[in-house]
């Protein structure tokens, strides 16, 4: 396994995001930076997307933007959001992505797929606000095919003790204010009970919280 740590102290064009889609409506950060036909992935997410080919799921819609932050190699690409709203957003953000696309019902603990589906899950700020990141890895895992690959960028808990219980003491008003979100959770120890190996990870900080984004092969 590959760690390195990524020079972001906030998320890029943080000031400016309007118009530049969003990873998931509770996690309203950019996934483009830049103005008009400027306009790229942000380093997160083009990190997240790179190398990504054949059917790839993403679990939550945001408003869509994202979509067209796919690498060519994918040719089919499953949006899953339980809002029906989101759903319909991102219906109207598809209409100009080459890729085939499918927006579903569903959420976390719940992949309308079928078994060994998929080339690969993106989960984008989603394990932190599922009612189980365990009972939701078991699920990405069920839908991955054996050559498949988790694709995660996501809080993860502190590893200073003082801080970790900090926001353990925090996470309950802050679930209440942002969707579900448990900045304390330990989403690399989930990502391992559930049966993944980690390959490559990265660690950074975010409004000075720390995150990881990598790439995990089910065992």
Do not use: N
């Amino acid at each position: 396994m590959t760690v390195r740590p990524l020079a972001l102290s906030r998320p890029p064009d943080a000031g400016h995001a309007c118009g530049r889609g969003m990873e998931q409506f509770h996690h309203p950060r950019p996934v483009c930076a830049g103005r008009g036909s400027g306009s790229v992935p942000t380093p997160e997410r083009q990190r997240l997307m790179a190398g990504l080919t054949g059917r790839v799921l993403e679990i939550g819609a945001g408003d869509g933007v994202k979509l067209g932050c796919y690498p060519s190699g994918v040719e089919e690409i499953v949006l899953v959001d339980p809002d029906p709203f989101l759903r319909a957003t991102a219906k109207d953000a598809a209409a100009g992505v080459p890729a085939r696309v499918r927006i579903l019902d569903g959420g976390p603990a719940r992949l309308p797929v079928p078994d060994a589906s998929c080339d690969a899950v993106v989960c984008s700020l989603t394990l932190c606000c599922a009612d189980s990141a365990e009972a939701a890895l078991f699920e990405v895992r069920r839908v991955l095919r054996p050559e498949g690959r988790l694709r995660f960028y996501e809080h993860q808990c502190s590893g200073h003790l003082a801080i970790m219980m900090t926001e353990r003491l925090l996470t309950p008003v802050w679930s209440r204010v942002a969707g579900g979100c448990h900045p304390a959770r330990d989403v690399l120890a989930a990502i391992g009970s559930a049966g993944f190996t980690i390959e490559r990870l990265d660690r950074f900080h975010l409004y000075h919280v720390s995150h990881v984004l990598g790439v995990a092969r089910p065992e």
